[in-house]
């Protein structure tokens, strides 16, 4: 793991240089904090222009890959950037040279190099530059790299760090030093032409054969490396190794790349505080070149009670793609969700290019059916993206699919946050057991403050991944189930393994993410009773589209002196709740023994149920304090009310139990009346008439609210309803 690097040392003020931080170790580079990190190394890059003594066309860069990976792209990425001149060896090639980076191997990259400089004999003065590719990038430019490299005053030099690999009993044969790194890296070296044939031309093991111990051994040896004029770079002037612990420990490796990935979001100038993302812009997909939308199979996860499962779906058909491109697979687990799944189904059978539902009673894993969904991609060649959806994802950019496929990455998501929470759905790195651990960017990322396509170890919930990815890398690959990992962890890991890189983009907004903690699946319409859990999905449910209209449009009637009339329920609301009640059943029948209320007597009954009776009085009086009280404080300006009521309560009118009220008082400071059905359609007759002023509404409106004064003024009385039933919730409020 390396990064060529023209950052100077941190503490060495002697050749003048205070600014700057060199990356000694995966600790030291958390401890500094990026912003330095970067600002610094544009100081440098710039300030060192002036000295260079070869000519920059005078390097040449040679790495092998077999492969154009991830991360092959991203080291191309930044050689690109500095104009380095790159050839590339065994693209293409089966690689036989073992897992490396977990046990040894790596032979095949010396043979090719071997091969390759055979045809650079004639260009004698060239310097040649051997690196690593998949997880290596350039963090200086080629003038930097050789006037490093003609300073060192040797014709060879190797990386450095400061473990021993693969044959810790070679240690003793390494000669000390005094400060920096003692032991050899082949992950990069820079040499002459010659001295780099002379090394290479000693090769004569197999492909899967160590490299670094074959090297290691010619520089051991103190003839060979007087012969060869040898070094190491110890103190990490051009080869910055993030590597600094054993390489074999799974969950080192794993961080240090992590770590490594990482500073790639940043290095070389691929983000910054003034100009953002420099790279979001490249290799993009442009869908409106394309003669036809790409065909995309959707994967969509029930794997909980999820509230708001109804909009979920509402949202995802709502989404600007065209559905006879879509093929949609459902996964069910839960009972209790199939009667939303079974109308979503009925509705929109015919919608799509293909649709299937798999429920409960298939009692598929998580995992099992989170790999049937990736096969229908997989196995289906004619399939472009998959793109998998957790029914607690919120989507409100009806554009996610396609701008998505527009950023043309193996695995991407769109960013998802809990509103107003830190919660998200990726991390930006790995604690040492593979769980959460936060990265330094990681909140200015939730928070939009940088904005980007970020390469993350982990994320969940959405993801679109392309379908030649899962023919190709992840082929063979049990996706989601690996050991005794969550599915999602075992998806991750799977593309880490594989050097798949994860992005997340915020360089839009896509949506939430829903709490899906305390949902009670135990009452009728479940969703009334999450105005805490999940309080912006209860109110774009539940609260009138024209509620806010009060306040900027001055929508508010007063149909009665002193009466206010407001919208503030959604027809939604106004239907769960009836439901709710008819559900549960017992109405009061208006008789004047009452036990739910104090003293037990009523004087001016109604055939009603109260909001306790269903459990749903702290949710209700949470809603009076933050929908009905600021109209309170808008009408009856200087009055600020508690928000606190005792009897809040659905009266049902109908003529055959109880079908008007007579003439009182209510006990209460203001009193709110709701209209929870419509007048003409589900019943005739009803309104209130109030007696000081001869003034009746006969015309409720379906949503909509009275607020009035309770005593003195507003003697009032409901008005007969002649057919059907009128449904209205009352509240009096500050008793
Ligand atoms: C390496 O070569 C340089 C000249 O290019 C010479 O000054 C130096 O002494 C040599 N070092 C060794 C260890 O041979
Ligand atoms: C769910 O709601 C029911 C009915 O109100 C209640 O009895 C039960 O305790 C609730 N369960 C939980 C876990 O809150
Ligand atoms: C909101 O107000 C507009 C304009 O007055 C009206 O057309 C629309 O139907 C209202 N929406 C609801 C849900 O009441
Ligand atoms: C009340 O108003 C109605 C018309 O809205 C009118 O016919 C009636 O005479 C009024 N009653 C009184 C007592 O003013
Ligand atoms: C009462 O309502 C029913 C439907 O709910 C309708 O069929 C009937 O005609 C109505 N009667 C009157 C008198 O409006």
Known sequence: MVILTLLCIYSNKRKGCTLGIRITSVDIGLRFGLEHFLVFFFFLTYTFYFSFFFSPEKLLVLTVATQETDGFHRFMQSANYFKFNVKVLGMGEEWKGGDVGRSIGGGQKVRLLKEAMESLADQEDFVVLFVDSYDLIFAGGPEEILRKFQQTNHKLVFAAEGIIWPDSRLAEKYPSVRNGKRFLNSGGFIGYTRYIQKIVNQWDLHDNDDDQLFYTK???????????????????????????????????????????????????NVWNYEQGCTICDQDMVDLSQLKEFPQVTVGIYIEQPTPFLTEFLERFLSLDYPKDKLNVFVHNSEVYHEKHIQKFWEENKDVFRSFKVVGPEETLTQGEARNMGIDLCRKDLSCDYYFSIDADVMLTNRQTIKLLI????????????????????????????????RSEDYIDIVQGKRVGVWNIPFMAHIYLIKGHTLRNELKERNVFVLERLDPDMAMCRNARDLGLFMYVTNRHEFGRLISIANYNTSHYNNDLWQIFENPLDWREKYINPNYTRIFTDNILEQPCPDVFWFPVLSEKACDELVEEMENHGSWSGGKHEDKRINGGYETVPTDDIHMKQIDFDKEWLHFIREFISPVTLKVFSGYYTKGYAIMNFVVKYTPNRQAYLRPHHDSSTFTINIALNNKGLDFQGGGCRFHRYNCSIESPRKGWSFMHPG??????????????????AVSFIDP
């Open 406 to 437: 527009e950023q043309n990455r193996k695995i991407i998501g769109p960013l998802v946050t809990r509103h107003g929470k830190l919660w998200s759905n990726f991390w930006g790195a790995l604690s040492l057991d593979g769980y959460y651990a």
């Open 711 to 728: 005593r003195l003024t507003h003697l009032h009385e409901g008005l007969p309803t002649t057919n059907g039933t009128r449904y209205i």
């Open 218 to 268: 010619i520089y051991v040896d103190p003839l060979q490396r007087e012969k060869l004029n040898m070094t190491l770079d110890h103190k990490c002037e051009i080869f910055q190794n993030l590597n600094g612990a054993v390489v074999n420990n799974h969950f080192f490796f794993l961080s240090y790349i992590i770590y490594f990935n990482y500073l790639a979001n940043y290095i070389p």
